[in-house]
Each structure stands twice: as C-alpha cells, then as structure tokens.
C-alpha cells in the first residue's frame, strides 16, 4: 500500500455551526462528492458523529468500506476514518473569521490494492487531488447558497 496526504483550505462566508451541522449528516456527501456513488446504513448520532457504508468510484472501479467518526468538537472539529475499500481518515476544521468561516480538509488515505499500488500512485494522487479539491470547492458553493424551495 501507498500512503498519501491532502490537504486543502478555503474561506467559506458561513457560520461554523451552519458547516459543521450540514457535514455531520453524511447524507450530504453526494451532493457535493460527485465521486461518492451511494451510502447506506447511515447512522447519526446526537452529538454529531455519525457512521455509515459507502461505495466510492474512482479510476472506474468501484471500492466499497465503511466510516465511523473518530472525534468530533462541535462547530470546530469532525475526524473521519474509512475501513475498507480505501483505508483513509478525513479531518475537517472549521474556524471563525472575518464573518464566515476557514474551513481545512485534511486527507491520509492508502492506495489500495497491489494493481493501484507504486505503478498507478502519480495517477491516483492527481485525481484523488482533483476530487479533494472539488469536494471542498462545492461545500464552499452549497454553503453560501441559499437553497431553492420548490
């Protein structure tokens, strides 16, 4: 297995608790993981974590595990880990300013798989970059705006 980190940072003109809250629901994820294909067995938890199975695509092949929230502080604080499929642990920050929030999304994750290993890792990293990045820019898009009622 090949270990590789992430890490990317926005400022998002959003309250924490209105991010942290809309994230602790995994739910979500879909609406802005365009990679994220399906969630099941979703369990939420009253003080914010919350666990659920997931079946990601990625280089065309599907990978299927498990997430369970690993920590979690209210408004400033969710850690992630994935089981399975693609072993990872996803930290998520959230602090205040200039009326709004910097939100920072953390990533460490395995290349699975002896195929996926050393040979395809360059590959693997840019579209796992491509993906982080475009996870975090759409939270950035939902969160500030407002959502249409039908």
Request: some cysteine; overall charge negative.
């Amino acid at each position: 297995m090949v270990t590789e980190k992430f890490k990317k940072e926005m400022h998002i003109n959003a309250k924490p608790a209105e991010i942290f809250g809309w994230l602790t629901d995994p739910r979500h994820i879909m609406e802005i993981w365009p990679s994220m294909v399906d969630e099941e067995n979703v369990e939420l938890r009253s003080d914010g974590s919350h666990s659920f199975d997931w079946t990601y695509k990625m280089a065309g092949m599907k990978f299927h595990g498990h997430c369970d929230t690993t920590e979690v502080k209210k408004d400033r604080l969710i850690v992630n880990h994935n089981k399975s499929g693609i072993p990872s642990t996803f930290r998520w920050t959230f602090d205040s300013k200039d009326k709004g929030t910097d939100v920072t999304l953390e990533i460490e994750y395995e290349i699975p798989g002896k195929l996926l290993g050393h040979l395809a890792a360059p590959i693997v990293r840019r579209l796992n970059e491509r993906d982080g990045n475009t996870l975090v820019e759409n939270l950035k898009v939902r969160m500030e705006t407002p959502e249409v009622v039908a």
